[in-house]
């Protein structure tokens, strides 16, 4: 049975949750604060949280980067793009504003624990149609191999590790220097788009999105 932790202040949201998530048989535990929530997460350690940002005492922004190997899906009435971009970057795996239709929270939930209990194989990585085997340095996107450059490869590797999660301009020159030290930022630009054409060639979809100002990230924005 998975265990799922809710943090929110509000009493009408957190009981919703419970009811809701128990009845559809996970094992619920809840906090109402940060500090709350900390405590709970010495005593035991849940397969996903729920969580809210504007917390008393310790705000859910500051609590994220504390959670260590738990899928995080923030829910909160923030709506700013902006604030979203940060959240995301910070750790979170998801977002989802309030209020929320609870159908596709519910799926959002079920999309996050089947990640996280898929077994770790170090050498492949999947993403929909995109397998990466890191140990060939081979790429296919549907039924197709995708042949990419060294630069393209730990572009699309380095987004491959972090699955809907925005992943900054700087963050992927820094990640990638070992193995491509010639990048630089005005090159990346043009290796994003070559990586994008060739993926959508190969697959038919644009599996790249680009976040405005910020950088990139499997999956839509």
């Known amino acids: 049975m998975y265990k799922?932790?809710?943090?929110?202040?509000?009493?009408?949201?957190n009981d919703l949750l419970y009811e809701v998530l128990t009845d559809e048989g996970y094992s619920v535990t809840r906090?109402?604060?940060?500090s709350e929530a900390?405590?709970?997460?010495?005593?035991?350690?849940p397969d996903l949280i729920l969580l809210d940002l504007m917390l008393p005492g310790i705000a859910g922004e500051q609590l994220i980067p504390q959670i260590k190997d738990i899928p995080v899906i923030a829910v909160s009435a923030k709506?700013?793009?902006s604030n979203k971009v940060d959240v995301l970057l910070s750790g979170a795996c998801d977002y989802i504003t309030k209020p929320f239709d609870i159908q596709e929270l519910l799926?959002?939930?079920q999309v996050q624990l089947r990640r996280n209990s898929l077994p770790v194989n170090d050498s492949i990585l999947i993403y929909k149609e995109i397998s990466l085997h890191t140990d060939t340095h081979t790429v296919t996107a549907g039924d197709e191999e995708v042949k990419l450059t060294r630069t393209e490869?730990?572009?699309?590797?380095l987004l491959m590790q972090n699955p809907g999660k925005v992943c900054s301009k700087l963050g992927i020159l820094d990640r990638i220097s070992f193995d491509t030290p010639d990048c630089t930022e005005d090159s990346l630009k043009?290796?994003?788009?070559?990586?994008?054409r060739k993926l959508k060639k190969a697959a038919g979809c644009d599996y790249i999105s680009s976040v405005w100002g910020i950088g990139f990230m499997l999956g839509e924005e």
């Open 38 to 45: 900390l405590l709970s997460l010495a005593s035991s350690k």
């Open 153 to 157: 490869f730990a572009i699309l590797k």
């Open 31 to 34: 906090a109402f604060s940060g």
């Open 4 to 13: 799922i932790l809710i943090v929110d202040d509000d009493t009408a949201i």
């Open 190 to 196: 043009i290796h994003i788009h070559n990586l994008r």
């Open 79 to 81: 709506a700013d793009t």
């Open 107 to 109: 799926a959002r939930v």
